[in-house]
């Protein structure tokens, strides 16, 4: 089972997931995302502490940072949980503390939850 919300406003979309976080809702992840960041200048991301995280999710996560960073808006986590912090480990990935800078061409930084 999967959850997807959003709350939308001018300045910033907050996409709240959890469940499944895998290759079977990455589609769907995908279009949210794009949608939010189409929409807001500032994009947070908020995974539940119940979340199944694979790969894809991780992939579908810099897919977007990187969107944002070439459409000078700000992408950012928090409320990650550890399962979040064993996927991209396992990956191969590395996490980053403190807020996005558009700048930079790494994947997103953690702001919150279990990372701190």
């Given at each position: ?12 979309g ?13 589609a ?48 950012e ?12 480990q ?11 800078n ?15």
């Amino acid at each position: 089972m999967s959850l997807f919300t959003v709350s939308q406003s001018a300045d910033q979309g907050v996409l709240v997931v959890g469940g499944s976080l895998a290759i079977e809702n990455a589609a769907e992840i995908r279009k949210m995302l794009l949608d939010a960041l189409e929409k807001s200048d500032r994009v947070v991301v908020r995974i539940a502490e119940d979340s199944e995280i694979d790969l894809s999710f991780i992939q579908v996560l810099c897919a977007a940072h990187h969107t944002a960073v070439k459409t000078n808006k700000t992408f950012e986590m928090d409320r990650a949980p550890n399962a979040f912090s064993r996927a991209v480990q396992d990956a191969g990935y590395r996490l980053f503390q403190g807020p996005v800078n558009n700048r930079e061409g790494t994947c997103p930084r953690v702001t919150g939850g279990d990372n701190e």
